[in-house]
């Protein structure tokens, strides 16, 4: 079957990409491998709407991130959790920025950044200064549950789920992919699949994307009534963050150190972990992390007690459970901390996209690609 | 047989100084064993003090091989010194008691770092262990050190110390730099319980003098007593000599102009003394103020009810 544009990949950039197609009347099948939509990392990660404060070493990071706020607000208002305080503090020991720093930095890129003792939240002599900001976070079942009732009132666009391309192939002015029981063609390809990014890019022989992996754990905390409306993000360096996880009512615990338990240099992924998974996993063809048997052991006592380091003891969490997900993180962006969202057009005719980002709303970037082969 | 371990996370901060390539490993291996056998969750610190002797490399390479806990390898800009050292390593630790391992001596049987423990359990947030006997001048430096202090605890020569996370919060509550742990745990105020063992510590260089110097004078009153024994013992030596002086006068035939000479000295030095015992009050308030933010401190509450 012929449509306009194929995507691979049911995570939000692929859902907006089909959205944005679908309502200019463009017909467009989307391959997803897992069964469902947003299972891997559009709902395995903070639900962090940025406004900029993660990246105090990175203006451009920090006023594009500001910049698309607004917007993500203003067309996703209804999947926010936006009435809690959201509290970023610097580390008095280990921290790459300090106090006054993060000021300076909030003044230049023109974000809200107001002081709060650090004596309300953290311990004597953890933390040299504590901000109160404007950070929302996103809930992605209702988000997907936007998304899904967006399309299914679009029946030019078909969502396939299981169904993971096993060859791709240029066939004159289109590619030809197969997936299952699927042959489509399309003479435009967007590959939107996060951490399968450059599994699309080996079937294909064109250049990697140059990442390394981290199989990270992100752990959902029920709290007591002291953090239920606060969250709370240690900067800048190997701290952790403990903030509302959407609409859900519980927190998410994330740490620098302890979230990722095992990294991969190679440009399609090969950890010891595979050999475990019962066949479903393997480089070139990643399974959820989230619903694999070898998944790892919790990092719970070791993140926890970190958190418990810093804040006092009237702010209490307990363990719910964990949340696995493959992160892929572009090796460039490390010293300057920026993550910036790269999208590469490796062909023309027909075109093949590629795009990889690790933030929810810089997902307008893709207007623009989007529009390609359109005038 | 299973063996029940101890839930409370462990931190064991280890200074690692210049030319310990070869004691490194046989420490970390007798302590990893030690935390392995009574402990769920612990972690290890060492804290690499730019040394160019290949310690780090010896130590990642062990830790490589041997351990499935968290090993975390500070790795200082350059040579700062035990104490700034252990700073840092404290400050990075996470655990509810931390172990602070000055020196990788370890003239102690192993059990002694359970046992400290088992010490620190019974309600003591700082638990310090070390010989029974010590050096000479060891032993008159802490002598000087515990006259004149005012915490309730002696310090003395310790092979390495447990303290609690509370111990941490509160000695940083008090100021916010350590620059001599020891006396700070001292004067915390919290419950300290010392445990010895009967071998030796050998000296180990560093630069003890200006340690012992700045220790005493920001921990102690030592500075304050001194000018102002030196000032009393002055102002008797004085006043006997205005006595003298008008004996002479009075009774002799003093040179002319020798009274007054001898007046304007006495009176004059007199003067001298008490302004500098002035000055060096006002040091010692000033010292106080900056140094300490928290002017009391409580060992505990114990409300009694009907």
């Known amino acids: ?375 | 047989m299973a063996k029940n371990k101890e839930s409370n996370f462990l931190s064991a901060v280890v200074y690692l100084p210049e030319g310990s390539a070869d004691r490194a490993v046989p420490f970390l291996r007798m302590l990893y064993g030690q935390l392995e056998e009574h402990f769920k969750q612990y972690e290890i610190i060492c804290v690499d003090d730019r040394c160019a002797d290949g310690t780090a490399e010896a130590v990642r390479r062990w830790a490589a091989e041997n351990l499935d806990k968290p090993l975390t390898v500070l790795h200082m800009s350059l040579r700062q010194g035990r104490e700034l050292c252990m700073n840092a390593g404290l400050d990075a630790a996470i655990g509810d008691f931390v172990y602070e391992f000055d020196t990788l001596q370890t003239p102690y049987a192993p059990e002694m770092i359970w046992q400290a423990y088992e010490k620190a359990l019974e309600g003591n947030d700082i638990v310090t262990v070390g010989p029974e006997k010590t050096r000479a001048c060891s032993r008159l430096f802490y002598s000087v050190f515990n006259r004149f202090s005012r915490s309730a605890y002696p310090v003395g020569t310790d092979a390495f110390r447990l303290v609690s996370r509370r111990a941490i919060n509160r000695v940083h509550a008090v100021s916010e730099h350590l620059p001599y742990r020891k006396a700070a745990y001292a004067a915390s105020g919290l419950r300290v319980a010392a445990l010895t063992f009967s071998g030796r510590l050998a000296a180990e260089d560093g630069e003890r003098l200006d340690l012992a110097a700045d220790s005493l004078a920001l921990y102690t009153a030592a500075g304050y007593r001194l000018s102002l024994t030196v000032t009393v013992g002055m102002l008797l030596l004085t006043l006997a000599e205005l006595v003298y002086t008008l004996a002479v006068a009075f009774t002799g035939r003093p040179i002319e102009g020798w009274t007054t000479t001898m007046f304007v000295l006495t009176v004059g030095f007199f003067g001298v003394f008490l302004v500098l015992t002035l000055v060096i009050k006002y040091l010692s308030l000033l010292v106080d103020l900056v140094f300490r933010r928290q002017k009391y401190l409580v060992e505990s509450i114990e409300k009694l009810q009907k």
Not at chain 1, 85 to 111: G, L
Not at chain 1, 348 to 371: H, M
């Open chain 1, 1 to 375: 079957m012929t449509w306009d544009k194929i995507i691979v990949g049911a995570g939000l950039y692929g859902l907006y990409a089909a959205e944005q197609c679908g309502a200019r009347g463009q017909r467009v099948l989307v391959l997803e491998k897992d069964p469902g939509p947003f299972m891997r990392a559009t709902y395995i990660n903070q639900a962090r709407v940025h406004m900029g404060y993660h990246y105090p070493r990175s203006y451009s990071t920090a006023i594009k991130s500001a910049g698309y706020f607004e917007r993500f607000c203003r067309d996703y208002g209804f999947c926010l959790l936006t009435e809690f305080d959201q509290v970023y503090a610097t580390s008095a020991h280990f921290s790459w920025t300090n106090a006054e720093q993060f000021r300076r930095f909030c003044a230049a890129a023109h974000i809200r950044c107001d002081d709060v003792s650090p004596d309300k939240y953290f311990n004597p002599g953890q933390c040299d200064g504590a901000f109160l900001t404007t950070e929302y976070t996103y809930d992605a079942q209702i988000l997907k549950k936007h998304f899904l009732e967006k399309l299914a009132a679009l029946p030019n666009v078909t969502i396939a789920y299981s169904h993971k391309p096993e060859s791709v192939q240029r066939a004159g002015s289109v590619w030809r992919v197969k997936a299952g029981d699927i042959t489509a063609e399309a003479p435009f390809l967007l590959n939107a699949s996060y951490a399968g990014v450059n599994e699309l890019h080996a079937m294909l022989g064109f250049e990697p994307f140059a990442i390394k992996y981290e199989l990270c754990e992100m752990i959902l905390c029920t709290v007591n009534e002291r953090l239920k409306n606060t969250g709370v993000t240690v900067m800048d360096g190997p701290f952790f963050s403990l903030m509302p996880f959407g609409r859900t009512g519980l927190h998410s615990l994330t740490s620098v150190t302890f979230t990722p338990h095992v990294t991969s240099y190679d440009s399609l992924p090969t950890f010891a972990c595979q050999a475990r998974s019962g066949g479903c996993c393997r480089p070139g063809d990643l399974a959820n992390c989230n619903d694999c048997p070898a998944r790892p052991e919790s990092a719970w006592p070791m993140m926890s007690q970190l958190a418990r380091k810093y804040l006092r003891e009237e702010y209490g969490f307990a363990y719910s459970h964990s949340l696995f997900s493959m992160k892929p993180i572009l090796k460039a962006s490390e010293i300057d901390d920026s993550r910036p969202t790269v999208i590469r057009q490796y062909t023309a005719d027909p075109a093949f996209v590629s795009v990889l980002s690790g933030k929810i709303n810089t997902v307008y970037d893709l207007d623009e690609v989007l529009r390609y082969g359109e005038e």
